[in-house]
């Protein structure tokens, strides 16, 4: 039985569009009547369906499964899209300023501020310095040019020279 038999004509159109798509086959023995082995044509022999039939359905179960896979994915985007809105706006609930939240630091507070690069053995706090100026987020020090965010100052109380 030859290559011949199985009527390629009729099924090349589908099956390069199938090989173009590659990560989509999961069906190995489509590949069985180019390479020559026997396994797929001792099918014709046997009680199963034409081999045309068998090479149809392994050529479009990519596009059903294609098809499958887009409503999975178009319905994961959807409830992903709903839990990010959820997300969000606990976020900028929880971001949004308190205009009664008291300032971090009161002038005449002393305040130990963050190194940005502390060499070897160095500290990582300078300080303390006196607080000349604040708002709720940044604090302008005695001694430093520029306003100090809340995040790298620490309330002067002890020895915090770690």
Same mark, same amino acid.
């Given at each position: 039985?030859?290559?011949? %038999?199985?009527?390629?004509?009729?099924?090349?159109?589908?099956?390069?569009?199938?090989?173009?798509?590659?990560?989509?086959?999961?069906?190995?023995?489509?590949?069985?009547?180019?390479?020559?082995?026997? %396994?797929?044509?001792?099918?014709?022999?046997?009680? %199963? #369906?034409?081999?045309?039939?068998?090479? +149809?359905?392994?050529?479009?179960?990519?596009?059903?499964? +294609?098809?499958?896979?887009?409503?999975?994915?178009?319905?994961?985007?959807?409830?992903?899209?709903?839990?990010? @809105?959820?997300?969000?706006?606990?976020?900028?609930?929880?971001?949004?300023?308190?205009?009664?939240?008291?300032?971090?630091?009161?002038?005449?507070?002393?305040?130990?501020?963050?190194?940005? %690069?502390?060499?070897?053995?160095?500290?990582?706090?300078?300080? #303390?310095?006196?607080?000349?100026?604040?708002?709720?987020?940044?604090?302008?020090?005695?001694?430093?040019?520029?306003?100090?965010?809340?995040?790298?100052?620490? +309330?002067?109380?002890?020895? @915090?020279?770690?």
């Amino acid at each position: 039985m030859s290559h011949l %038999d199985l009527q390629w004509g009729d099924h090349l159109l589908q099956f390069v569009s199938a090989r173009s798509q590659a990560h989509l086959l999961l069906c190995p023995g489509l590949i069985v009547p180019l390479t020559g082995s026997k %396994d797929l044509l001792a099918l014709r022999e046997t009680s %199963d #369906p034409p081999q045309q039939e068998v090479i +149809k359905e392994e050529i479009q179960l990519p596009f059903s499964l +294609k098809q499958f896979g887009a409503r999975i994915h178009e319905a994961l985007q959807t409830s992903s899209a709903a839990v990010h @809105q959820i997300a969000w706006a606990a976020h900028q609930e929880a971001r949004a300023p308190n205009p009664n939240s008291p300032p971090v630091c009161a002038p005449r507070d002393l305040v130990w501020v963050k190194r940005h %690069d502390p060499g070897t053995l160095e500290p990582q706090w300078e300080g #303390p310095f006196q607080v000349i100026l604040s708002t709720p987020t940044a604090v302008k020090a005695w001694g430093k040019k520029r306003w100090i965010h809340r995040t790298h100052i620490k +309330k002067a109380g002890r020895k @915090q020279n770690q």
